[in-house]
Protein backbone atom coordinates (compact mmCIF):
# COMPACT_ATOMS: atom_id res chain seq x y z
CA UNK A 1 0.00 0.00 0.00
CA UNK A 2 1.72 3.27 -1.08
CA UNK A 3 1.63 6.10 1.55
CA UNK A 4 0.92 9.35 1.70
CA UNK A 5 2.68 11.10 -0.63
CA UNK A 6 3.72 15.13 -0.66
CA UNK A 7 5.51 17.55 -2.66
CA UNK A 8 7.88 19.39 -3.02
CA UNK A 9 10.02 18.21 -0.57
CA UNK A 10 11.53 21.53 -0.05
CA UNK A 11 10.86 24.96 -0.52
CA UNK A 12 12.60 27.95 -0.13
CA UNK A 13 11.21 31.53 -1.18
CA UNK A 14 11.26 34.86 0.04
CA UNK A 15 8.84 36.82 1.86
CA UNK A 16 5.89 37.94 0.45
CA UNK A 17 6.10 35.13 -2.09
CA UNK A 18 3.49 32.61 -2.37
CA UNK A 19 3.54 28.80 -2.36
CA UNK A 20 1.71 25.87 -2.75
CA UNK A 21 1.97 22.50 -1.20
CA UNK A 22 0.77 19.21 -2.35
CA UNK A 23 -0.58 16.34 -0.71
CA UNK A 24 -1.90 12.49 -2.01
CA UNK A 25 -3.50 10.29 0.78
CA UNK A 26 -3.30 6.84 1.19
CA UNK A 27 -6.24 5.88 -1.34
CA UNK A 28 -9.35 5.13 -0.04
CA UNK A 29 -8.73 7.42 3.12
CA UNK A 30 -11.72 10.11 3.49
CA UNK A 31 -10.28 12.25 6.44
CA UNK A 32 -7.09 14.40 4.72
CA UNK A 33 -5.09 16.71 7.68
CA UNK A 34 -2.66 19.47 6.85
CA UNK A 35 -0.43 20.35 9.92
CA UNK A 36 2.48 22.92 10.68
CA UNK A 37 5.57 21.67 12.68
CA UNK A 38 7.63 24.58 13.49
CA UNK A 39 11.29 23.66 14.54
CA UNK A 40 11.08 22.40 18.34
CA UNK A 41 7.40 22.16 18.29
CA UNK A 42 5.26 19.29 18.26
CA UNK A 43 2.47 19.29 15.11
CA UNK A 44 0.04 21.88 14.98
CA UNK A 45 -3.08 21.01 12.70
CA UNK A 46 -4.17 23.89 10.18
CA UNK A 47 -7.18 21.98 8.65
CA UNK A 48 -8.94 19.05 8.45
CA UNK A 49 -10.93 17.57 5.54
CA UNK A 50 -13.58 15.05 5.75
CA UNK A 51 -13.92 14.09 2.14
CA UNK A 52 -13.74 17.47 0.33
CA UNK A 53 -15.32 19.08 3.11
CA UNK A 54 -13.73 20.86 5.72
CA UNK A 55 -14.26 19.61 9.60
CA UNK A 56 -12.13 21.84 11.08
CA UNK A 57 -9.87 25.09 9.65
CA UNK A 58 -10.09 26.72 13.43
CA UNK A 59 -6.43 27.30 13.68
CA UNK A 60 -5.67 27.99 9.75
CA UNK A 61 -4.55 31.57 9.64
CA UNK A 62 -7.13 32.56 6.31
CA UNK A 63 -5.77 35.56 6.18
CA UNK A 64 -2.67 34.48 4.34
CA UNK A 65 -3.21 30.39 3.91
CA UNK A 66 -5.61 28.32 1.89
CA UNK A 67 -6.53 24.73 1.43
CA UNK A 68 -8.48 23.54 -0.92
CA UNK A 69 -9.56 19.25 -1.69
CA UNK A 70 -11.61 19.43 -4.58
CA UNK A 71 -12.71 16.31 -5.46
CA UNK A 72 -11.96 14.61 -2.07
CA UNK A 73 -8.92 12.97 -3.46
CA UNK A 74 -5.70 15.05 -3.15
CA UNK A 75 -5.39 18.39 -1.72
CA UNK A 76 -3.23 21.56 -2.27
CA UNK A 77 -2.23 23.68 0.67
CA UNK A 78 -1.04 27.88 -0.34
CA UNK A 79 0.45 30.48 1.43
CA UNK A 80 0.08 33.83 0.23
CA UNK A 81 1.68 35.99 0.80
CA UNK A 82 4.50 34.34 2.95
CA UNK A 83 5.85 35.81 6.61
CA UNK A 84 8.90 34.09 7.99
CA UNK A 85 7.34 32.81 11.06
CA UNK A 86 5.92 30.84 8.06
CA UNK A 87 9.09 28.77 8.21
CA UNK A 88 8.35 25.04 9.29
CA UNK A 89 7.72 21.70 8.40
CA UNK A 90 4.27 21.47 6.48
CA UNK A 91 3.09 17.66 6.89
CA UNK A 92 -0.06 16.26 5.82
CA UNK A 93 -1.65 13.01 6.95
CA UNK A 94 -4.54 10.51 5.87
CA UNK A 95 -6.95 8.01 8.03
CA UNK A 96 -10.17 6.15 7.47
CA UNK A 97 -13.03 7.12 9.55
CA UNK A 98 -12.63 6.59 12.95
CA UNK A 99 -9.00 5.28 12.79
CA UNK A 100 -5.40 6.62 13.18
CA UNK A 101 -3.40 9.01 10.94
CA UNK A 102 -0.80 8.34 8.67
CA UNK A 103 1.67 10.82 7.84
CA UNK A 104 3.75 12.01 4.51
CA UNK A 105 7.17 12.76 4.60
CA UNK A 106 6.58 16.30 4.98
CA UNK A 107 7.38 19.62 2.92
CA UNK A 108 10.37 21.96 4.68
CA UNK A 109 9.18 25.59 3.84
CA UNK A 110 12.37 28.67 4.54
CA UNK A 111 11.27 31.51 4.18
CA UNK A 112 14.22 34.55 3.86
CA UNK B 1 -9.37 21.15 24.59
CA UNK B 2 -6.68 18.82 25.35
CA UNK B 3 -2.84 19.57 25.93
CA UNK B 4 -0.32 16.95 26.01
CA UNK B 5 3.06 17.46 28.10
CA UNK B 6 6.50 16.02 26.98
CA UNK B 7 8.71 17.52 30.34
CA UNK B 8 11.85 16.68 28.62
CA UNK B 9 12.73 18.02 25.31
CA UNK B 10 15.99 15.97 25.15
CA UNK B 11 17.55 12.87 26.41
CA UNK B 12 20.52 11.38 25.99
CA UNK B 13 21.37 7.87 26.78
CA UNK B 14 24.21 5.33 26.06
CA UNK B 15 23.56 2.51 23.63
CA UNK B 16 22.04 -0.01 25.66
CA UNK B 17 20.56 1.39 28.67
CA UNK B 18 16.88 1.72 29.56
CA UNK B 19 15.26 4.53 28.90
CA UNK B 20 12.05 6.01 29.45
CA UNK B 21 10.41 9.25 28.04
CA UNK B 22 7.67 10.57 29.60
CA UNK B 23 4.08 12.17 28.77
CA UNK B 24 1.25 13.48 30.42
CA UNK B 25 -2.12 14.79 28.72
CA UNK B 26 -5.14 16.80 30.22
CA UNK B 27 -8.66 15.33 29.87
CA UNK B 28 -11.57 15.05 31.20
CA UNK B 29 -12.94 12.27 29.08
CA UNK B 30 -11.81 9.06 27.33
CA UNK B 31 -9.12 9.50 24.90
CA UNK B 32 -6.92 7.49 22.77
CA UNK B 33 -3.50 7.32 23.21
CA UNK B 34 -0.18 7.32 20.65
CA UNK B 35 3.52 7.85 20.50
CA UNK B 36 4.83 8.84 16.95
CA UNK B 37 8.61 8.94 16.08
CA UNK B 38 10.41 11.05 13.78
CA UNK B 39 13.81 10.41 12.16
CA UNK B 40 15.69 13.05 10.60
CA UNK B 41 13.88 14.23 7.74
CA UNK B 42 11.09 11.80 7.61
CA UNK B 43 7.47 12.06 8.68
CA UNK B 44 6.12 10.82 11.69
CA UNK B 45 5.34 6.68 12.18
CA UNK B 46 3.20 5.27 14.04
CA UNK B 47 5.20 3.68 17.24
CA UNK B 48 2.19 2.68 19.90
CA UNK B 49 -1.61 2.90 20.01
CA UNK B 50 -3.35 2.58 22.94
CA UNK B 51 -7.39 2.45 22.28
CA UNK B 52 -8.78 -0.10 25.25
CA UNK B 53 -7.85 -3.21 26.59
CA UNK B 54 -4.40 -4.05 28.53
CA UNK B 55 -3.34 -0.65 29.62
CA UNK B 56 0.30 -2.06 28.49
CA UNK B 57 1.17 -2.26 24.53
CA UNK B 58 4.35 -2.83 22.99
CA UNK B 59 5.62 -2.26 19.73
CA UNK B 60 7.54 -4.41 17.62
CA UNK B 61 11.05 -2.84 17.89
CA UNK B 62 10.84 -3.05 21.97
CA UNK B 63 8.87 -0.14 23.27
CA UNK B 64 6.53 -0.50 25.47
CA UNK B 65 3.88 1.98 26.95
CA UNK B 66 1.63 1.96 29.76
CA UNK B 67 -1.16 4.21 30.06
CA UNK B 68 -1.72 4.90 33.98
CA UNK B 69 -5.37 7.11 33.97
CA UNK B 70 -4.91 8.32 37.52
CA UNK B 71 -2.22 10.02 36.06
CA UNK B 72 -3.04 10.72 33.07
CA UNK B 73 -0.06 9.71 31.46
CA UNK B 74 1.11 7.15 28.82
CA UNK B 75 5.17 7.35 29.86
CA UNK B 76 7.43 5.07 26.70
CA UNK B 77 10.02 2.89 27.87
CA UNK B 78 12.78 0.44 26.69
CA UNK B 79 14.81 -1.92 28.29
CA UNK B 80 17.71 -1.41 26.24
CA UNK B 81 18.31 1.10 23.36
CA UNK B 82 20.11 0.93 20.07
CA UNK B 83 22.00 3.97 17.93
CA UNK B 84 19.14 3.05 15.56
CA UNK B 85 16.70 4.58 17.83
CA UNK B 86 17.97 8.18 17.51
CA UNK B 87 15.32 10.11 16.58
CA UNK B 88 12.27 12.38 17.97
CA UNK B 89 9.62 11.04 19.91
CA UNK B 90 6.16 12.83 19.97
CA UNK B 91 3.59 11.60 22.01
CA UNK B 92 -0.45 12.13 20.91
CA UNK B 93 -3.96 12.38 22.24
CA UNK B 94 -6.86 12.08 20.33
CA UNK B 95 -11.04 12.30 21.34
CA UNK B 96 -12.59 8.34 20.91
CA UNK B 97 -13.85 10.23 17.17
CA UNK B 98 -10.27 10.18 16.10
CA UNK B 99 -11.22 13.88 15.25
CA UNK B 100 -8.87 16.26 17.19
CA UNK B 101 -5.63 15.37 17.81
CA UNK B 102 -3.10 16.91 19.94
CA UNK B 103 0.63 16.65 19.48
CA UNK B 104 3.01 17.13 22.70
CA UNK B 105 6.11 19.30 21.62
CA UNK B 106 8.35 16.37 21.29
CA UNK B 107 11.21 14.49 23.20
CA UNK B 108 14.34 14.04 21.57
CA UNK B 109 16.41 11.48 22.02
CA UNK B 110 20.20 11.09 21.36
CA UNK B 111 21.53 7.04 21.84
CA UNK B 112 25.20 7.75 22.52
CA UNK B 113 27.92 4.41 21.76
Known amino acids: EAGVAQSPRYKIIEKRQSVAFWCNPI?????LYWYQQILGQGPKLLIQ????????DSQLPKDRFSAERLKGVDSTLKIQPAKLEDSAVYLC??????????FGPGTRLTVL | AQSVTQLDSQVPVFEEAPVELRCNYS??????LFWYVQYPNQGLQLLLK??????LVESINGFEAEFNKSQTSFHLRKPSVHISDTAEYFCAVSDRDFNKFYFGSGTKLNVKP
Open chain 2, 50 to 55: YLSGST
Open chain 1, 93 to 102: ASSQLGNEQF
Open chain 1, 49 to 56: FQNNGVVD
Open chain 1, 27 to 31: SGHAT
Open chain 2, 27 to 32: SSVSVY
